[in-house]
Every structure is written in structure tokens, then in C-alpha cells.
């Protein structure tokens, strides 16, 4: 059975850095990433790590701000955030999945119950 635990969110000011981290057991696939969703609006990708090669994804949304690693000693996958900003501000899950290792919500099996991020400005 696939358990994901995030923790690390928080509020912070803006131009701000958090990083979240997500706990992974009885996982053991190769697709790995994490999403946000604000109040009102779509769930959104915003970053994908494939295992294999260590390959990332980022939308424009964060590219150059946000990036993901995977701990291989803790079995975490890691969101670090910087230059945040108030349209930052969301619930922030991390999933894993065995389709085709995409940015969209669909292809991921397994999620998390989601950390809260909030961006003051």
C-alpha cells in the first residue's frame, strides 16, 4: 500500500523559500511530483521527477524558482520554493503514479493529504 506524508508548509512573506517534503512507502515505481491546488481553480502540476535519469519538469508558472530532488537515503521527494509569490498560495500535494509520467493530475495513482502553503505580500 502506497502512503505519502507531506510536511514543511507554511506562511511566509513574499520573495520568500519554503521546502516541502513527502514521505514515500510501498512505492516502487519511478514517477514522482507535485501538484497545487488554490480555492476555485484546477489542480496544477508544478513539478515532475522521473527517477530513472533524475529528469524534472516545471511549468512557466515556477520554472527557475521551484525545484524538486528525491532523497534516495530517506525516500522523500523535496519541493524547494523560492521567490514566492502570492499567487503561490495553495494546497500542495505530492503524488506518484505508474502511467506516463506526465505533469497532469490524471496519470498520478497516489496522493497525499497536502500541506498549505500561504504567500502574504
Known amino acids: 500500500q502506497v502512503q505519502l506524508t507531506e510536511s514543511g508548509g507554511g506562511s511566509v512573506q513574499a520573495g520568500g523559500s519554503l521546502k516541502l517534503s513527502c514521505m514515500i512507502s510501498?512505492?516502487?515505481?519511478?514517477?514522482m511530483a507535485w501538484f497545487r491546488q488554490a480555492p476555485g481553480k484546477k489542480r496544477e502540476g508544478v513539478a515532475r521527477f522521473w527517477k530513472p535519469d533524475g529528469d524534472t519538469y516545471y511549468p512557466d508558472s515556477v520554472k527557475g524558482r521551484f525545484t524538486i530532488t528525491h532523497d534516495k537515503a530517506k525516500n522523500t521527494i523535496d519541493l524547494h520554493m523560492t521567490g514566492l509569490k502570492p499567487e503561490d498560495t495553495a494546497m500542495y500535494y505530492c503524488?506518484?503514479?505508474?502511467?506516463?509520467?506526465?505533469?497532469?493530475?490524471?496519470?498520478?495513482?497516489?496522493w497525499g493529504q497536502g500541506t498549505q502553503v500561504t504567500v502574504s505580500s
Open positions: 510501498g512505492y516502487s515505481g519511478d514517477c
Open positions: 503524488a506518484v503514479g505508474f502511467d506516463l509520467c506526465s505533469i497532469q493530475a490524471i496519470h498520478y495513482n497516489d
